[in-house]
């Protein structure tokens, strides 16, 4: 397939004011995307989207902007407001819609935004269906008749509708009573639902991060900032802390002592968990999910399989297998069995029912997982070195996972957004991931 002009890895994102997001953009989209719905509808009469968005100021001017562009080609809106990217999946499935665009930059400042899509199903855009959006983009936008338009309507109960499906993927004989829980919700699109879910569920529940005032997404606070969510644990005496990022697909959490566990740990403990329930098929991570996991993962016969870096090519690994669990170390987590994509809440339910089963603490669920200590050095790539045919950095390569024999791994992979090549040794010996990675730094890369 040939690259892609303005969808990236999950969806099409940049900075407010610049070239792809803006207002005139954001109505071409629009139009363009409903074109290509409405004509690939199969209910009938005319085909309807939900937009959801973070709590980024820009938001405001994007969501009016796609409602225009997309009542234009034809197409009926729910404008659900603020709510989480899986939350728009989970509604753009239940209700039986045509697609779920989500309006949000993740994990990135609130100066950055972006436009995603889900499918029918609640899956992210099938690549052809990314590639048709954009040769319509090409195309002037026109304007369906009057009585051709799409209506446009608020839908107020969004928000009551997702907190009572995170709910459910908690086990019904289970509670969270007795539980002090602090909720970051990185002043995000989940600060007037997550703190909600776990009070529901019995937890003693106190916030951070649910203040936004359109600026404040994910400023030292939020997945991306989990030492904010570690103090606020220590002076409030609580028992764990959640910490979720702008659109809540992203999941860290904190336990009392401070100790902050990743994506990859918090993937083990639910892993763990669900193999006492049933047979686990297999795991996909990514290239970068800790070699510790995948060698314990391993040891308990459960196969394991790396994708590209992003939970897009995680979920696809996860259908091509018919597997059910998957993630990234960054928190992004994917329980198949009860959501189709990833998402903060729901996989943090799954921790705190795997603690309760198990009648243990999360340290103590992840005690027979030892990561490996990452060594990583990003260094400029010049134009036109092909590093992967490269023979002073291969041999270099082929040298240093020889010395780690099977102590731990080499990963050199190219960075998608700037002229670096990113360098990193992982091992069970910290002092063998150093030497490593000043063996590979040492490469002269022309």
Known sequence: MSARKYFGTDGVRGVVGGERINAEFALRLGYAAGRVLARDAQTAGRPTVVIGKDTRISGYMLESALEA??????????????????????????????????????????????????????????????????????QPVGCADSAGLGRARRINDA????????????????????????????????????PHVFRELGADVSVIGCEPDGFNINENVGATHPETLAAAVAAQGADLGIALDGDADRLQMVDNTGRLFNGDELLYAIVCDRAKIHPIDGVVGTLMTNFGLERRLKELGIPFERAQVGDRYVLERLREHGWLYGGESSGHLLCLDLHTTG???????????????AASTLSALVADLTLYTQKMVNVPLAPGVNWKTHAGLQAASTAVQQSLGEHGRVLIRASGTEPKLRLMVEADDPALAEEGVRQLVAVKLS
């Open 69 to 138: 562009g997309l009542s234009a080609a034809g197409v009926d809106v729910l404008l659900a407001g603020p709510i989480p990217t899986p939350a728009v999946a989970y509604l753009t499935r239940a209700w039986r819609l045509a697609a779920g665009i989500v309006i949000s930059a993740s994990h990135n400042p609130h100066y950055d935004n972006g436009i995603k899509f889900f499918s029918s199903s609640g899956a992210k855009l099938p690549d052809e269906t990314e590639a048709e959006i954009e040769a319509m983009l090409e």
């Open 343 to 357: 998402d903060g809440i729901v996989a943090a339910l799954q921790v705190l029912a795997a603690m309760q089963r």
């Open 159 to 194: 928000a009551g509708r997702y907190i009572e499906f995170c709910k459910s993927t908690y086990p019904n004989e289970l509670d969270l009573q007795g539980l002090k829980i602090v909720v970051d919700a990185a002043n995000g699109a989940a600060y007037h639902i997550a």
